[in-house]
């Protein structure tokens, strides 16, 4: 197996993870909190659908999905367009309130996009340096995988919180 079918898989498994933490939560289960600064399901998929649109548009050279398919103004959140999450503290997690088919529909068009972008890239790709300030360099290759690990953490939170939210009843 290739370092691009490695990555393929990875990215692949996002999707379930995403639906299977949305599939059956309403408004009160994606807002909770486990604690009065904690992250909530809402902001966490939010959040880890923004950082894998940003950064992977970001070594593909494209649009994020966020600005190209409208995804801005339909959550219509207070921050700034380009936010992805870092640096948030409790109030803006607050902020994200949206429904659980408006979070599928962003992270699955998300997605997609990564999709098509790692279907044209060749393990040659992979070691295309896109950041020179760190030593050493950050190739397309580690940028992705940091991705990765990235979103695979904030949707095994998501899932936590699931599991102990519906599991008060």
């Known amino acids: 197996m290739d370092g691009v079918a490695v990555l393929q ?13 949305l599939d059956g939560v309403g408004e009160d289960e994606l807002t909770a909190r486990l604690g009065p ?5 809402a902001w966490l998929v939010w959040h880890l659908a ?23 103004e339909r959550f219509a959140l207070p921050f700034d367009r380009g936010a992805t999450g870092y640096g948030q503290g409790p109030d803006e997690v607050a902020q994200v309130r949206v429904g659980a088919d408006l979070l599928r529909a962003y992270a699955d068009a998300t997605r ?21 300030s760190w030593d050493p360099p950050v190739t397309v290759g580690v940028r992705l995988v940091s991705v990765l690990g990235d979103v695979l953490e ?3 939170q998501a899932a936590f919180i699931k599991g102990v939210v519906t599991s008060r009843g």
């Open 9 to 21: 898989d990875g990215f692949g498994r996002i999707g379930d993870l995403v639906h299977g933490v």
């Open 37 to 41: 600064e904690a992250n909530t399901i």
């Open 154 to 156: 904030h949707a095994g």
């Open 112 to 132: 997609a996009a990564t999709d098509a972008y790692l279907g044209r890239l060749s393990d040659e790709d992979l070691g295309r340096v896109v950041d020179d």
């Open 50 to 72: 923004r950082v894998e649109d940003a950064q992977v548009a970001d070594v593909a050279g494209a649009e994020q999905v966020w600005e190209a398919q409208g995804f801005a």
